[in-house]
Nanobody
Framework: QVQPVESGGGLVQVGGSLRLSCAAS????????MGWFRQAPGKEREFVAA????????YYADSVKGRFTISRDNAKNMVYLQMNSLKPEDTAVYYC?????????????????WGQGTQVTVSS
């Protein structure tokens, strides 16, 4: 069983940067496609970015394209989300999710395991 654990959230000013990390314990990370999702107060969870098992394919939500970069290091069982040019509307709890032996997906229901989330707050 895989247990994603997020870290790296915090408070940042508009235009700043943060890097979120996700440690995927419980197996070789090369077995999982990984995704990042977020949920803002009063809103539904939404897709942010996803990466294939090899790291060769990535997907981004239109709202973060060009600002966020998802990457992975399978040797370290880690997935990262580099967030640049942050905006107040990026404020949310960010969740890391793992999909066993599947393709990277933008659909949350296709992921098998979820982390507890890390808060990102962008202040103006």
């Amino acid at each position: 069983q895989v247990q994603p654990v997020e870290s790296g959230g915090g408070l940042v000013q508009v235009g700043g940067s943060l890097r979120l990390s996700c440690a995927a314990s419980g197996g070789a990370s090369s077995m999982y496609a990984m995704g990042w999702f977020r949920q803002a107060p009063g809103k539904e969870r939404e897709f942010v970015a996803a990466i294939s098992r090899s790291g060769g394919t990535t997907y981004y939500a239109d709202s973060v394209k060009g600002r966020f970069t998802i990457s992975r290091d399978n040797a370290k069982n880690m997935v990262y989300l580099q967030m640049n040019s942050l905006k107040p509307e990026d404020t949310a709890v960010y969740y890391c999710a793992a999909r066993i032996l599947g393709l990277a997906s933008t659909k949350g229901w296709e992921y098998d395991y979820w982390g507890q989330g890390t808060q990102v707050t962008v202040s103006s």
